[in-house]
């Protein structure tokens, strides 16, 4: 499967979280779609940190979340209490994707939200250390890499069970 096509999955989405702190630094991740409470396969208890999206985009590369034409954050800004992250991506909770572009000449993403909000993600920015972005969905996940490289791999299965009988 294709990014484009991967992509087209997220469309109609609702963000419902985005997991960012000062301790994961500009990396984050957004959850989307259903709620998944994840349990863990050996205790066969419910995680305690909490239900994770039926799809999700971990960002591990530079990024820039803008609103209209005001930049509200990037890779850059700190993510700290109070500091431009956690700010900034207060403005894609509970917003539905509206459309996704994907670039395969950089590897580029760009995400657009009903309240006009877009992220942009650049895994080919060469001046940072991590340079890729992960799809998760609930039947594939394919990790893009900033120099053209694309690795599929099939969902956890224990990590993806919404039951105990992982």
């Known amino acids: 499967m294709d990014a484009f096509s991967i ?11 985005v997991v960012a702190s000062p301790r994961s630094g500009s990396i984050i991740s957004l959850n989307l ?3 998944i409470q994840i349990f863990h396969c050996k ?3 419910a995680s305690s ?3 994770r999206g039926e799809f999700e985009i971990f960002i591990e590369c530079y990024w820039e979340l803008h609103k209209q034409q005001t930049l509200l954050c990037t890779a ?32 580029d993403l760009g995400i657009e939200f009903e309240n006009r909000s877009g992220l942009n993600i650049y895994a080919h920015h060469n001046t940072w ?9 609930p039947e594939i996940n394919i990790k893009i890499f900033g ?8 969902p ?4 993806n069970q919404s039951n105990q009988n992982c």
Request: proline share 3%.
């Open 7 to 17: 992509c087209s999955k997220f469309i109609g989405k609702v963000c419902w979280d």
């Open 76 to 107: 850059d800004d700190s993510a700290e209490e109070n500091g431009p992250i956690l700010n900034g991506i207060k403005s894609i909770i509970n917003q539905k994707i509206e459309f996704m572009t994907f670039s395969n000449l950089n590897m």
């Open 33 to 35: 779609g259903n709620k």
């Open 129 to 137: 250390g991590n340079n890729s972005f992960t799809l998760f969905t």
């Open 147 to 154: 120099n053209g490289e694309i690795k599929e791999s099939k």
């Open 49 to 51: 940190l909490g239900p």
């Open 156 to 159: 956890d299965n224990c990590e």
């Open 43 to 45: 205790t066969g208890q």
